[in-house]
């Protein structure tokens, strides 16, 4: 098949779980023989959208990317307090949201325009940014499109603005029961869907001696894992602040450890390590050396690193007022659900001392992930999928908001 991919960003260096998810589909559906396309922006970081990446095509891993300027960076500062305001606004309110938010690419219209009827599918990753907002009606008009909005149960997703983007797709792609769930509840949509889930490399083994040379601060201690952005809306505070008060509470050389890119830094603590962001292989040693690994977000609609932790065995904790990571827990056995402190401490008293424990949660992990996850079963989905939307009939789509 011809594919096309838009997405809000692209690239190895890229960190964000809607990107990667982009990023492995296309590159091993290129592997698998499909003429694989992307047409992105050239920005490295979502907090401005500044360009970064030369603009035009380059082929990446067997894939043909193209990276269109930004109109102007982000202005947080501007953001911030329309982010904050736009639940039950005006429209106008959240047009000037979606205006600001961005990221704004002048040329990706006319570009959809000229393109986006040579492709068989063209698949659109996330629901929340300007470049679905804008493309997908544009693009459904010439070409059939499947939606993966990679969505959790946040404000801006009932916001009236968005009532066209879950109209027009030819079809849905999701990542989890929940997300599916919440989608179709929020949209009242017939099209067709599938969970198609993403996949992840079953024979990676980390190094956890490799990492505790490469920091050692570390020492023998045993430590919790969480890899992730350091960001509130992540639950990075919060695992912050109940890590701190268990070890108040507990004492001990427990360590926690947080790889990830610093978006509201920590305070320094000596049984705190944060790494900032790191390379893959590093990311990989990490996991292999912790005792636990811990995924504290309110808001996810999958989770792909908690499956790369359960595929090196490793037991997990997960924030319970996430229904995608309750979901997971439930499904798998791998992980220890909390919902507050009381039920952090109770889940770190019952799984530290326990290696026992540990090992069996790591071990029913890693079997859920070799029954939902396996890399070819997840790609034979998505392609039944895209010769479903292809079959779909194609309707015009009247013009929306601001596009060029």
Same mark, same amino acid.
């Given at each position: 098949?011809r594919? *096309?991919f ?17 990023? $492995?589909?296309a590159?091993r559906?290129? /592997?698998?023989?499909h003429?694989?396309?992307v047409?992105?922006s050239?920005a ?6 500044? #360009?970064?990446?030369?603009? &035009?095509a380059?082929?990446?891993?067997? !894939?043909?990317v ?6 102007r960076?982000? #202005?947080? @500062? ?21 205006r ?10 006319p570009?959809?325009e000229?393109?986006?009827g ?13 470049t ?13 499109t499947?939606? +993966?909005?990679a ?7 009932w916001?009236p603005?968005? #009532? *066209? ?13 929940e997300?599916?769930a919440?989608? *179709?509840?929020?949209?009242?949509? @017939?099209?067709?869907?599938?969970v198609?889930?993403l996949?992840?490399?079953? #024979?990676? @083994? ?6 505790r ?18 960001? %509130? &809306?992540?639950?990075s ?16 050389p *427990?360590v926690l450890?947080?790889?990830?890119d ?8 000596p049984? !705190?390590?944060?790494?900032g ?9 990490a996991?292999?050396g912790?005792? /636990?690994?811990?995924?504290?977000s309110?808001f ?10 359960? /595929?090196?065995?490793?037991?997990? +904790?997960?924030?319970? =007022?996430c229904? !995608?990571?309750l979901?997971q /827990?439930?499904? $798998? ?5 909390? @919902? ?6 109770a ?6 001392p ?19 996850y396996?890399?070819?079963d997840?790609?034979?989905?998505a392609? =039944? ?7 779909r009939? =194609?309707? %015009?789509?009247?013009?929306?908001g601001?596009?060029?």
């Amino acid at each position: 098949m011809r594919l *096309l991919f838009v997405v809000q960003r692209y690239g190895p260096d890229v960190a964000g779980g809607a990107e990667q998810a982009c990023r $492995s589909l296309a590159t091993r559906l290129a /592997a698998r023989g499909h003429d694989v396309e992307v047409v992105t922006s050239r920005a490295r970081s979502y907090v401005d959208w500044a #360009d970064a990446f030369p603009g &035009g095509a380059t082929v990446e891993e067997g !894939v043909t990317v193209h990276r269109l300027g930004v109109d102007r960076p982000r #202005d947080p @500062r501007l953001f911030g307090p329309l982010n904050g305001r736009v639940a039950g606004s005006p429209l106008f309110v959240q047009l000037e949201w979606m205006r600001s938010q961005g990221p704004n690419l002048p040329e990706l219209v006319p570009w959809l325009e000229a393109h986006a009827g040579s492709f068989q599918t063209v698949v659109f990753v996330t629901y929340l940014y300007a470049t679905t907002w804008v493309g997908l009606p544009v693009a459904a008009g010439l070409a059939p499109t499947v939606l +993966l909005p990679a969505a959790h149960d946040e404000p801006p997703l009932w916001l009236p603005l968005f #009532d *066209l983007t879950f109209r027009v797709p030819s079809a849905f792609a999701f990542l989890t029961e929940e997300e599916q769930a919440l989608v *179709l509840r929020r949209a009242h949509t @017939r099209q067709p869907s599938a969970v198609i889930g993403l996949g992840t490399d079953l #024979d990676v @083994r980390g190094d956890g001696d490799r990492f505790r040379a490469a920091h050692p601060e570390l020492g023998d201690r045993p430590y919790l894992l969480y890899v992730g952005r350091l960001d %509130p &809306g992540k639950g990075s505070d919060e695992l912050y602040d109940f890590f701190v008060t268990y070890k108040a509470r507990r004492g001990g050389p *427990l360590v926690l450890v947080v790889v990830g890119d610093p978006v509201k830094p920590l305070a320094p603590r000596p049984d !705190v390590l944060t790494t900032g962001w790191v390379s893959e292989d590093e990311k990989v040693d990490a996991i292999a050396g912790c005792d /636990a690994f811990v995924m504290p977000s309110y808001f996810e609609s999958f989770s792909l690193v908690l499956v790369e932790a359960w /595929a090196q065995r490793r037991a997990a +904790l997960v924030n319970g =007022r996430c229904e !995608v990571l309750l979901g997971q /827990a439930q499904r $798998s056995g791998g992980a220890v659900p909390y @919902r507050g402190y009381a039920e952090f401490e109770a889940a770190l008293d019952l799984l530290m001392p326990d290696a026992e424990l540990r090992r069996a949660l790591g071990e029913r992990g890693r079997a859920y992930v070799e029954r939902r996850y396996r890399w070819d079963d997840v790609l034979a989905h998505a392609e =039944r999928l895209f010769a479903t939307a292809v079959h779909r009939q =194609r309707q %015009p789509v009247p013009a929306i908001g601001w596009r060029r």
